[in-house]
Structures are given as structure tokens and as C-alpha cells.
T-cell receptor
Framework: NAGVMQNPRHLVRRRGQEARLRCSPMKGHSHVYWYRQLPEEGLKFMVYLQKENIIDESGMPKERFSAEFPKEGPSILRIQQVVRGDSAAYFC??????????????FGQGTRLTVV | GNSVTQMEGPVTLSEEAFLTINCTYTATGYPSLFWYVQYPGEGLQLLLKATKADDKGSNKGFEATYRKETTSFHLEKGSVQVSDSAVYFCALRPSGSARQLTFGSGTQLTVLP
């Protein structure tokens, strides 16, 4: 059972371009979370999705950022018109559909976005 | 809201020294508590967890006890190794929920030979 797969691992974009980050959850997992880690900082929650639904996007910037988790295929975090401040590591985590706070969340290796 | 306060780093220890990384939390009810470890250039890996008061999580020589009375979940290891050098994150999730983890700011540990 492959773990959470994120790609690309490294992404370089010029200011104003679009960045698309992909996350394939573990098999059987229907909950996906995106976190952002700025240099020398902890992980900040961005968005929580289930298949075809956004459950909580309270951590997402209001502009330029969007996320989806379609019925088929990976979850996508999309950043339009990137700026230097978007440079960070973006981590995806997935969880089974079981309710319960003690269920382990599995993390991908992250996508390191650099905006030049 | 929920929050996690973690001992600031960086922490530098010699091999075989005793490690404590403090973690306290604020949450309603009885959240589940976690310690994650992040090695350089990697994602987070679950190190240990505890789901109710007085539970002790343990793994790879690391331990942490869920203390409801002090709202703490301090990480300890009796004898650290160079390979333990990493960033350690304390986190919580509300009980009975698939809601997102709330993380502390992380503590960088460096173990010198």
C-alpha cells in the first residue's frame, strides 16, 4: 500500500505564474488535508476536503488559492499568480473515512515551492 | 479555539543525553494528542500518540504521557542518538472527529556525537 504521494517534490515558478500541487491519498482514504510550512515555522492548516467536497477552508487565503478533491484522481492545490511569499513547503495528509480523533493521519513528503 | 504551545528550540544535546521537549495545549473536551517527527527534507511521520488522560504513548525509546490536569504532553527520551536529530512537532485533534490536526511550532533537535 503506497503512502501519500505528492508531486512534484520541488516546483519553481516565476512571479505571476500558476502552481499546481498534486496529492494522491493512501488507498481507501477519503479525507485529505493541506498544510503549509513556512521556513523555520510549524505547519499551518489550509484546507480539509473529502471526495468532491470542501469541508473546511478556514486556513486558505481568500484570493489566488483553491483546492479540489475530485471523485477520480488526486487532490489539487492551485495557487494562481504566485508571489514570493507563497514560497513554502506544502504538505498533504490523508485519513481513513473512520470517525475518531485517534485515527492516524499519514503525510506525504511535501512539495517545496520556490517563487523567483 | 485549539492551540498547541511547544518548547522553542533549537535544542542541542550530546549523544546519550536525556531529552525533554515540553508541549502544552488548549482545547475543549479530551483531544487526542500526537508527536510527529520530521527528518530533513521529508514529510512528517507519526512518532507516538495518546487518546485519553493518563495514556502513555511510546515508540523508539520516546515517551509522552497525556496529563489532563496540566494540559501537557511532554516528549522524553532517556538516551538520544545522533539519528534522532530532526524537528519534533506536538499536535492535537479534537476528540471523536476527523478534523484537522493543530500543530505546535516545532522543536529542532540536534544530537552531537
Amino acid at each position: 500500500n503506497a503512502g501519500v504521494m505528492q508531486n512534484p517534490r520541488h516546483l519553481v515558478r516565476r512571479r505571476g505564474q500558476e502552481a499546481r500541487l498534486r496529492c494522491s491519498p493512501m488507498k481507501g482514504h477519503s479525507h485529505v488535508y493541506w498544510y503549509r510550512q513556512l521556513p523555520e515555522e510549524g505547519l499551518k492548516f489550509m484546507v480539509y476536503l473529502q471526495k468532491e467536497n470542501i469541508i473546511d477552508e478556514s486556513g486558505m487565503p481568500k484570493e489566488r488559492f483553491s483546492a479540489e478533491f475530485p471523485k477520480e484522481g488526486p487532490s489539487i492545490l492551485r495557487i494562481q499568480q504566485v508571489v514570493r511569499g507563497d514560497s513554502a513547503a506544502y504538505f498533504c495528509a490523508s485519513l481513513t473515512s473512520q470517525r475518531g480523533g485517534n485515527t492516524e493521519a499519514f503525510f506525504g513528503q511535501g512539495t517545496r515551492l520556490t517563487v523567483v | 479555539g485549539n492551540s498547541v504551545t511547544q518548547m522553542e528550540g533549537p535544542v542541542t544535546l550530546s549523544e546519550e543525553a536525556f531529552l525533554t521537549i515540553n508541549c502544552t495545549y488548549t482545547a475543549t473536551g479530551y483531544p487526542s494528542l500526537f508527536w510527529y517527527v520530521q527528518y530533513p527534507g521529508e514529510g512528517l511521520q507519526l512518532l507516538l500518540k495518546a487518546t485519553k488522560a493518563d495514556d502513555k504513548g511510546s515508540n523508539k525509546g520516546f515517551e509522552a504521557t497525556y496529563r489532563k490536569e496540566t494540559t501537557s504532553f511532554h516528549l522524553e527520551k532517556g538516551s538520544v542518538q545522533v539519528s534522532d536529530s530532526a524537528v519534533y512537532f506536538c499536535a492535537l485533534r479534537p476528540s471523536g472527529s476527523a478534523r484537522q490536526l493543530t500543530f505546535g511550532s516545532g522543536t529542532q533537535l540536534t544530537v552531537l556525537p
